[in-house]
């Protein structure tokens, strides 16, 4: 049972899967160099000024991730858990499991960050994970689907740069480090091999294992694509299937053991550890499905993509927005290849299950909901990881199919025209028989040379308008040199706090995470940027308010100070007993003085220390 690797005998002329051994290493590396070159480009606005510049869209997300890679470098430097944090959030602390903690990628560049800042190593990892993705797939392509390097270099690129894909790259890093799932995808399909079941369930246990401390949504999705994938085989090759089978599920179950013992911890912490939940509250992502309008937009992102149209239908994540010539192409390609490719039948399969999937519990055409029930509408909001999940984003795999089905597109026109002794033959089973086939042969096609250029072309003008642009980025203000050159040290013992005004929280607070991250995290804050547990124990974003984090977010959004109690001020210095403050700082903000003003007002006159105004609290709260 192996879609990837065994082709139709009657589709000999579409997807050949055994290639010569001998391929040029120079056309590989001259793929993946340009992959990395497409990669500097995305982040090319960020490499103005590294240190100064966050994502336009998402520099909440952005600031986030920087603060990810400045935790890995922290935990590997103080040799500390890094499932649990307790320097964001003090003094309940953040499940780093339970968030979106990339602990695969800061863990390992941890000496980088230490090196360089998390700064510059958050834009040389976007551009380098988007690049090796596009990297994993060519391989994938290249040794398993086609024999065009031309057609696994456009498909590579599609798969490490679709316009979902750059999307996220927006200040999601953790949706863009996609290079593991192509060898995930291969490895599932090998698991047939015969006497090879242990060690191919041996290196898909250790990947899916890797792959849970990158990003668990797209493992999950990986997972369901490859369910899919395996059930339309089964379907159309039944006899093939069950000769497979007990080889397939033995290497299936080595593989889900080992991933199970080597993750069992980490995933119990992550259920189960400090500041666990159950659920979003409200399933605040159950109804964010995809409009129907989307599939045909071209994305903000891309060269052909109008940012005013979003206004309009994207109301959710970008994960689709392919354009109408791509959506055409592809329809006119699975209409051509399916009635001699088993690969491309997969493909028609895992583009309808997953475009259905994708629409969420409401159908919505064009920014509209029409009161036309989705799948969505089906499922329960209660169920385990259904729960957690976002219809829109069941649209990533269609993305990746359709990848796959550029390449098998290019490749089809690369044979057009080809003498048919240069036609690549049926592929060989084990022991030298010819695979097996359900259906009858088809006699080899007359030369048509002409249908190779149209084909190139059709291709071209699918993709072309998707070229990425680079990252929008926007200036930030930097820490203050009070923060960055360590003027905060006397006034912060061990086991105290450092409160930065405002409280860094989803909404407010962006430049004081920051200060966090960029001095190694070396004082604990309140607040912070993550999903907690509330007092139900159900996730919410953000640590929940305390009546003096409130206050200060109303007094910043109403631009004026309220009359202040003698309650207020209680619950001020009860507040900073609770998060164990021993200094509260603020430096330059666009609210400063009404900031100064308000907190004046609850503890008393601040002192002005380098370029910051301070105010000592630990007499205060001891």
């Known amino acids: 049972m192996n879609p990837v690797t065994d082709a139709d005998a009657d589709a000999a002329e579409v997807e050949p899967t055994r290639r010569p ?14 992959y990395v070159v497409l990669g500097v480009f995305v982040c090319l606005n960020y490499w103005g000024d590294v240190t100064g510049r966050v994502s336009s869209h998402l520099p909440t997300d952005h600031s986030w991730f920087e603060w990810l890679f400045a935790h890995g470098a922290y935990s590997v430097r103080h040799l500390e858990n890094p499932l649990f944090t307790a320097q964001q959030n003090a003094p309940d602390g953040v499940n780093m499991m339970a968030n979106t903690s990339l602990l695969g990628v800061t863990l390992p560049l941890s000496p980088l960050t230490m090196l360089l800042g998390p700064q510059v190593t958050y834009a040389l990892y976007l551009g380098g994970a988007l690049a090796a993705t596009a990297g994993t797939g060519y391989w994938m392509l290249s040794r398993h689907l086609v024999r065009s390097r031309a057609a696994a270099f456009v498909g590579g690129a599609f ?88 080889t397939f599920l033995a290497g299936l179950g080595v593989a889900g053991g080992l991933a199970l013992l080597l993750a069992a911890y980490p995933i ?161 089973q084990r022991g030298g028989e010819p695979a097996a086939s359900d259906e009858p042969s088809v006699p080899a096609a007359p030369r048509r040379r002409w249908l190779r250029p149209l084909g190139y072309a059709a291709v071209a003008l699918a993709v072309l308008p998707l070229f990425p642009r680079p990252l929008p980025a926007q200036q930030v203000e930097p820490p203050p040199h009070f923060i960055t050159a360590g003027g905060w040290r006397p006034y912060v013992p061990d086991g105290r706090t450092l409160v930065p005004v405002p409280i860094p929280s989803n909404v407010h607070g962006l430049p004081t995470l920051r200060w966090s991250a960029l001095t190694g995290q070396e004082f604990p804050v309140p607040g912070g940027y993550f999903i907690g547990p509330n007092e139900l124990g159900e996730g919410v974003f953000g640590a929940p308010n305390r009546p003096t984090s409130s206050l200060i977010y109303s007094t910043m959004d109403a631009g004026a100070v309220p009359a202040l109690t003698d309650e207020n001020r209680r619950q001020a210095v009860e507040d900073l007993r609770f998060w164990r403050a021993s200094v509260v700082v603020l430096g330059a903000h666009p609210r400063e003085a009404v900031l100064r003003e308000l907190v004046t007002g609850l503890i008393g006159p601040p002192q002005r220390v380098d370029d910051v105004w301070i105010w000592d609290v630990r007499a205060l709260v001891d």
Request: hydrophobic share 55%; glycine share 8%; net charge positive.
């Open 21 to 34: 051994r001998r391929r040029p290493a120079r056309t590989d590396l001259l793929a993946l160099g340009a």
């Open 159 to 246: 798969l490490g740069f679709a316009p979902g894909v750059i999307h996220h790259a927006n200040g999601q890093p953790n949706f863009v480090s996609n290079f593991l799932l192509p060898l995930i995808v291969v490895r599932v399909l090998r698991l047939a091999e015969p006497g090879r079941w242990l060690r191919n369930g041996l290196v898909l246990g250790a990947l899916v294992t890797y792959q849970i401390f990158i990003n668990e949504e797209m493992l999950l999705l990986t997972a369901l694509a490859c369910l899919v994938i395996v059930l339309a085989y089964a379907v159309q090759r039944p006899a093939a299937t069950r000769a497979v089978a007990r």
């Open 268 to 428: 119990w912490f992550q259920f189960n550890g400090p500041q666990s939940y159950r659920g979003l509250q409200g399933g605040v992502f159950h109804n964010w499905g995809e409009d129907l309008v989307a599939f045909v937009t071209f994305a903000r992102d891309t060269w052909a993509g109008d940012p005013a149209v979003e206004k309009t239908i994207g109301v959710t994540e970008q994960n689709t927005w392919f354009g109408w010539p791509l959506v055409l192409l592809s329809l006119v390609a699975l209409v051509l290849l399916v009635r001699r490719s088993l690969t491309a039948r997969i493909l028609a399969v895992l583009v309808v299950v997953f475009t259905v999937a994708s629409i969420g519990p409401w159908v919505r055409f064009d920014g509209v909901e029409t009161g036309v029930r989705g799948p969505w509408s089906y499922v329960s909001d209660d169920l385990p990881l259904v729960e957690m999940m976002m219809p829109t984003r069941m649209a990533l795999v269609v993305a990746a199919a359709l990848g796959v089905l550029l390449a098998l597109t290019w490749d089809a026109a690369h044979r057009q025209g080809r003498p048919a002794a240069d036609r690549p033959r049926v592929p060989a």
